[in-house]
């Protein structure tokens, strides 16, 4: 017996307490814990982003940037400043996935129940506590669901300008956005009933809209030789060459577990006369998983997909039946909550590690990029050992005589030891430390001449400067025993035997111009 929803009149978009509580929840539950275990690898280069403001970086578009300028700007050089944007999005997304209900015909029951399923869902814990793309990813989707919803009932014409102007922000924030546009187009494409919209001069000012606002973009990388195309393929033989098609398919339903049984509820609808409407949404969602897996995308490339079809789900099992909406939900909380704790750090760092290793559940998320387990999770481990760096490099730079104090160069294996450097070096007098690694090439000044080399490694170390300095010693090691980066060392290379000045001029120019 399929469920026929109630015609819905139009009407501007309102928000009550209800909605607005749960979001709020959800910013301080992100706000508050997040920043317990420190800072990421990957957020100290999107910190350092904030000193070198552009309209493209080689790793990601460049709207995360303003982000780190300005929290940095207004709460300081603090962990809370790199925390704040995250658990604020992450509320706004619940708020949204709220909304969507109401557009939906959803009532109270329905809103609390999508609103908590996308705040707790595991793949949200970690990405709304992250300073990272993800977690502007997973807002502008869903806003698109939003959107999209809002104008199968209204076709309001605006809605599409509004859509594509969301589409050239969401591009702005990261490509994946293409992933889903171009399944949205395909799926309206497919949906008769909304076909017609597509010709009319509604849609390509949409499109007009949405290609300007990327067209910065778009300019800033064909002037820097594409350097997204070397990115997709350093990570396409790194990080995505361990990634398993099944497993990907498999890992979806315990990364969005709070909400699984939604989402999947809401496919279902979709295709039902009732929910007829939203098909367009259930298309994109198989198309954008279709995209993913021939790309060999990370499991979590398809969280942003979900929310509007959790919304979607928990209306209809509203009206079909109230207990049926809260054992769903009911269900995946329960089996959420042993996950819980290795997303959010409610424990110490020592219980964490005793935690992992005795729940099963878990073993998931301690298999790291290389394919092998291990007794924390990757994101975990990554939050370790980069204070350690700066008063390694103090040391060095203290054996240095004035005269080689005044043309060294300080330089990290990779942007992780860079911005690691760069956010705690400043405390301790320390100058700035550079990378050929991504972006942080288009920032390295080429020095004239070179007399020393202060090296913060995470590998073997570069054996090329061995034959080109004089003497070499180990200062120090990264120490902590949960750090991935433990062992790593800082190098001190002195006595240049060649004049340097011209041989780093040429590393930068390679770099910049795609090899590191």
Same mark, same amino acid.
């Given at each position: 017996? /399929?469920?026929?929803?109630?015609?819905?009149?139009?009407?501007?978009?309102?928000?009550?307490?209800?909605?607005?509580?749960?979001?709020?929840?959800?910013?301080?539950?992100?706000?508050?814990?997040?920043?317990?275990?420190?800072?990421?690898?990957?957020?100290?280069?999107?910190?350092?982003?904030?000193?070198? #403001?552009?309209?493209?970086?080689? &790793?990601?578009?460049?709207?995360?940037?303003?982000? /780190?300028?300005?929290?940095?700007?207004?709460?300081?050089?603090?962990?809370?400043?790199?925390?704040?944007?995250? $658990? +604020?999005?992450?509320?706004?997304?619940?708020?949204?996935? !709220?909304?969507? *209900?109401?557009?939906?015909?959803?009532?109270?029951?329905?809103? =609390?129940?999508?609103?908590?399923?996308?705040?707790?869902?595991?793949?949200?814990?970690?990405?709304?506590?992250?300073?990272?793309?993800?977690?502007?990813?997973?807002?502008?989707?869903?806003?698109? !669901?939003?959107?999209?919803?809002?104008? *199968? %009932?209204? %076709?309001?014409?605006?809605?599409?300008?509004?859509?594509?102007?969301?589409?050239?922000?969401?591009?702005?924030?990261?490509?994946?956005?293409?992933?889903?546009?171009?399944?949205?187009? #395909?799926?309206?494409?497919?949906?008769?009933?909304?076909?017609?919209?597509?010709?009319?001069?509604?849609?390509?000012?949409?499109?007009?809209?949405?290609?300007?606002?990327?067209?910065?973009?778009?300019?800033?990388?064909?002037?820097?030789?594409?350097?997204?195309?070397?990115?997709?393929?350093?990570?396409?033989?790194?990080? +995505?060459?361990?990634?398993?098609?099944?497993?990907?398919?498999?890992?979806?339903?315990?990364?969005?577990?709070?909400?699984?049984?939604?989402?999947?509820?809401? #496919? @279902?609808?979709?295709?039902?006369?009732?929910?007829?409407?939203?098909?367009?949404?259930?298309?994109?969602?198989?198309?954008?998983?279709?995209?993913?897996? +021939?790309?060999?995308?990370?499991?979590?490339? $398809?969280?942003?997909?979900?929310?509007?079809?959790?919304?979607?789900?928990?209306?209809?099992? &509203?009206?079909?039946?109230?207990?049926?909406?809260?054992?769903?939900? !009911?269900?995946?909380?329960?089996?959420?909550?042993?996950?819980?704790?290795?997303?959010?750090? =409610?424990?110490?760092?020592?219980?964490?590690?005793?935690? =992992?290793?005795?729940?099963? *559940?878990?073993?998931?998320?301690?298999?790291? &990029?290389?394919?092998?387990?291990?007794?924390?999770?990757?994101?975990?481990?990554?939050?370790?050992?980069?204070?350690?760096?700066?008063?390694?490099?103090?040391?060095?730079?203290?054996?240095?005589?004035? $005269?080689?104090?005044?043309?060294?160069?300080?330089?990290?294996?990779?942007?992780?030891?860079?911005?690691?450097?760069? @956010?705690?070096?400043?405390?301790?007098?320390?100058?700035?430390?550079?990378?050929?690694?991504?972006?942080? /090439?288009?920032?390295?000044?080429?020095?004239?001449?070179?007399?020393?080399?202060?090296?913060?490694?995470?590998?073997?170390?570069?054996?090329?400067?061995?034959?080109?300095?004089?003497?070499?010693?180990?200062?120090?090691? *990264?120490?902590?025993?949960?750090?991935?980066?433990?062992?790593? &060392?800082?190098?001190?290379?002195?006595?240049?035997?060649?004049?340097?000045?011209?041989?780093?001029?040429?590393?930068?120019?390679? $770099?910049?111009?795609?090899?590191?």
């Amino acid at each position: 017996m /399929s469920v026929v929803l109630p015609p819905i009149a139009h009407r501007r978009v309102r928000v009550d307490a209800l909605l607005l509580g749960l979001a709020l929840c959800k910013f301080l539950l992100q706000f508050l814990l997040s920043g317990r275990y420190g800072l990421h690898r990957d957020e100290y280069l999107y910190l350092d982003m904030a000193h070198h #403001l552009a309209w493209g970086y080689k &790793e990601i578009p460049p709207l995360l940037a303003p982000f /780190s300028w300005l929290a940095q700007a207004v709460l300081g050089h603090t962990v809370w400043a790199a925390k704040f944007f995250p $658990a +604020l999005f992450g509320g706004l997304t619940v708020l949204l996935t !709220g909304l969507i *209900v109401r557009e939906a015909g959803g009532g109270r029951w329905a809103q =609390v129940a999508a609103a908590v399923a996308v705040a707790v869902s595991p793949v949200y814990l970690a990405m709304h506590g992250l300073f990272q793309p993800n977690f502007l990813d997973v807002f502008f989707w869903t806003l698109y !669901g939003f959107l999209v919803v809002r104008f *199968v %009932h209204t %076709h309001e014409p605006r809605l599409l300008l509004a859509l594509g102007v969301c589409i050239g922000l969401g591009m702005l924030a990261k490509y994946t956005t293409a992933f889903y546009v171009a399944s949205l187009l #395909l799926a309206l494409l497919l949906t008769p009933t909304e076909r017609p919209w597509l010709a009319t001069r509604w849609f390509w000012l949409a499109v007009a809209a949405a290609a300007l606002i990327f067209l910065p973009n778009l300019v800033w990388q064909a002037t820097h030789n594409w350097p997204v195309l070397g990115h997709m393929n350093k990570l396409q033989e790194t990080q +995505l060459t361990h990634v398993s098609p099944i497993n990907f398919l498999v890992e979806q339903l315990p990364m969005t577990l709070a909400g699984a049984g939604l989402w999947l509820v809401g #496919l @279902w609808f979709c295709f039902t006369r009732a929910g007829k409407p939203y098909r367009p949404l259930a298309l994109a969602y198989f198309f954008v998983i279709a995209l993913l897996l +021939l790309s060999r995308g990370k499991n979590y490339y $398809a969280a942003a997909v979900y929310p509007p079809l959790m919304a979607l789900g928990a209306v209809y099992l &509203e009206r079909k039946s109230r207990a049926a909406l809260a054992g769903t939900l !009911g269900v995946g909380l329960l089996l959420s909550l042993p996950i819980v704790p290795a997303l959010l750090p =409610v424990f110490s760092i020592e219980g964490l590690s005793r935690y =992992v290793q005795r729940v099963s *559940v878990l073993d998931a998320l301690t298999r790291w &990029e290389d394919g092998k387990q291990h007794h924390l999770p990757q994101d975990v481990a990554d939050m370790h050992g980069w204070d350690e760096y700066a008063p390694l490099v103090q040391q060095a730079l203290a054996r240095l005589t004035p $005269a080689e104090r005044a043309h060294v160069i300080v330089y990290g294996d990779n942007y992780g030891q860079a911005g690691a450097l760069n @956010w705690y070096g400043p405390a301790l007098g320390l100058p700035r430390c550079y990378t050929l690694n991504g972006s942080n /090439s288009y920032w390295m000044p080429a020095p004239d001449t070179v007399t020393a080399f202060i090296y913060a490694n995470e590998g073997d170390g570069p054996k090329d400067l061995k034959q080109l300095f004089g003497s070499m010693e180990v200062v120090g090691r *990264v120490q902590s025993p949960y750090a991935r980066i433990r062992g790593s &060392e800082v190098l001190l290379f002195r006595h240049p035997k060649t004049d340097l000045g011209p041989f780093v001029q040429k590393r930068i120019a390679e $770099a910049q111009q795609g090899f590191e």
